[in-house]
């Protein structure tokens, strides 16, 4: 099999990464069902690199120098994780007979001499999910800069008791008095899954963040656009670990020797999962448990490919032999989020739930739920099961009933609310209030959500950003009683029907609140309120360059709070509309994409069960779709109209532009 070129470690670099075998230490440790405990044997990383198109590599916290000559730096990307504080570590240096902190040396000291020769091709993992590990406190939090403060000490400080000992955790105190760590010079990764997490590494010193998905960890395109948009803040690197573990029936996802699936997350949602990375423009990605998932050992004792590996293979080599050159996402439109948001996308909490949850919260949630339909959707843990989407079906709570309805053929899929449609397409990063203006300048449309207020520094910035080109969409609960040329006069009333100037429709709402303001004649009114009197809903105004839209019903919401109110929804659809190379017509559906010089790759998701029938319609003046390759499937197009897709398949079609 041919082998993918060496890893180039640059901004665009991409890899695609297997679990280096894992050690037998790990037998029995995890305190829910086990590899181990499910039969099946651990594979060795020459297997693997042999059957699989791969160029990188996880070494998970035992590494030696027999391991990193293995997994072959030279040409791989090698992901190493070293925690500095978790009982796993211990474990594992009395396995090897030494003492802790003598283990900690070695590992450190390869690292740092893998680094040396091979640059961004080593990375050392400082920690492995410490957000998911804090202990967090009983009581309520006075204000979210407090709760960011506890949260940031549980890294930074590493003060005891604030997390669980079996965590993976980051140890900086150790890393800056007896290691020395330099964070400008060395290859630092952070790896976390929740979405407020994901900005935070960065300003600590971290130059790559890979976030956990898949599983119950929440949905792919919301936890893109935080950790990409954190990377784009950052200049930095990031990624996704696509873990295979629980879903209807707890464990990782594996076969028996007749090929039947004994547990764990869908082969099927993971190859999605995958082509949805890779078009997102990650810079990994790591198979989780691949060195268990990839293969089948046979009654006779062969082995071959699992339906988990046969996937790996295809992508592989879909990704690093026949199409590496895949352009750069498109990625039009940033959210801006005050910097101690604490926003949770799984749990819709705050801080753990530490902070209350406010109406400027579900503003966030209502956002996303408009741009990708059904984000809000979450798989379920095995004792959340349903039968189906519509009809009730009681909580099962019987593992054995639940692992003989899945090794009987009951199909997972409908379940696996791991990707959802999107409205306008993977265009979305997620910055914060900190984000430097330089950064801004490259999004079209800055959409402010949540708790976020304009003052000071903060209005400043982004008027420059409007100066310069940008569209901006504030709304009235963000904004001071005096706001560039709008005074609130510090009342509120309800209208019922609102009037867009951008088409000729109205909407009768029911009564909503809107402020009231008075505004100079540089402002314009872009939608009316109406009931016993008049007053403007959207307000626009240009600024140099650019645009800044006001809106005056707070949060966008109408009075029960979800979702967006119907002509916030069409106000936003008109803004981002216009900023499209394409949009996609028909059911929604996921769908990025990627520009290259001369062409356009369009990538179709089908995450339901039904066949999609649609068109890709282009959006941009000027912008010719011509001859067209299906790069998935190798072969021609008639055209980019009249499109199917099989239910939990997928279409990556580029056009010559």
Known sequence: MKKPPPVKPD????????????????????????????????????????????????????????????????????MVDCWLSSTQTKRIAERYKMKLQDFL????????????????????????????????????????????????????????????????????????????????????????????????????????????????????????????????????????????????????CFFDANGVRKAGISENVILRELVSYFYSGTNLVLLESSSACNWIKTNDGKWKLSPYGKNAKKFGKHSLLENPNRGKPHVPFAVMLEHDHGWEQRSHRIWNGLCEYTRADAMIDNFFEFVFPGCGKLPPQFNEFRQDG???????????????????????????????????????????????????????????????????NLEEKLSEYVKSGGELVVNTTQVPKKFMGVEKTGGVELFAKFFPKWKDIDYDEGPNPITLVRTSPKWKMLAEARRYNRAPSILQRKIGKGTIYLTLMPYMQNTGGRPFS??????????????????????????????????????LINNSGKTWTGDIVIMKKGLNLKSGHDLWNNRKLSGHTGIKVKPYAFRILEFQT
Not at 150 to 171: E, G, S
Not at 220 to 238: D, I, K, L, M, P
């Open 105 to 252: 040396d070695m590992q450190v000291k390869l690292l740092r001499e893998g680094m040396k020769e091979h640059g961004k091709r080593v990375w050392w993992c400082l920690c492995g999910e410490q957000d998911g590990g804090v202990i967090w406190p009983r009581k309520m939090f006075k204000s979210r800069r407090e709760a960011f403060e506890f949260y940031r000490d549980c890294y930074i400080t590493n003060k005891p008791d604030r997390y669980h000992p079996l965590r993976k955790m980051a140890n900086y105190p150790m890393m800056e008095k007896r290691y020395k760590v330099n964070f400008e010079k060395e290859n630092i990764a952070i790896h976390v899954s929740k979405c407020f997490s994901t900005h935070y590494p960065f300003e600590w010193g971290a130059k790559l963040v890979w976030m956990e998905m898949t599983g119950t960890l929440g949905n792919a395109e919301v936890s893109t656009a935080f950790v990409r948009g954190a990377a784009s803040q950052h200049n930095g690197y990031w990624g996704m670990d696509i873990s295979p573990w629980s879903g209807l029936v707890d464990g990782t």
């Open 390 to 456: 519509t009809e009730p079906f009681p909580p099962c709570h019987d593992r054995d009933k639940m692992r003989k309805m899945l090794w009987e053929g009951f199909d997972t899929r409908p379940y696996e609310h791991i990707l959802s449609a999107s409205r306008y397409g993977d265009s979305f990063n997620v910055v914060l209030e900190d984000c430097p203006l330089e950064v801004l300048k490259q999004y079209k449309v800055l959409v402010l959500l949540g708790n976020l207020k304009v003052t000071g």
């Open 566 to 603: 119907p002509h916030n929804q069409d106000f936003l659809d008109h803004v981002f509309t216009s900023h499209l190379l394409i949009s996609v017509k028909g059911p929604r559906i996921q769908y990025l994409v990627t520009k290259k010089t001369s062409s356009l790759i369009v990538t």
């Open 11 to 78: 901004k665009e670099m991409f890899s695609l990464m297997l679990e280096f075998n894992q050690a037998d230490w790990a037998d029995g440790m995890a305190l829910g069902p086990t590899v181990t405990y499910s039969g099946i044997e651990y594979t060795s990383v020459e297997q693997n690199l042999k059957a699989i198109p791969v160029n990188g590599l996880r070494i998970w916290t035992d590494l030696d120098a027999e391991k990193m000559r293995r997994a072959q730096p030279e040409r791989n990307l090698v």
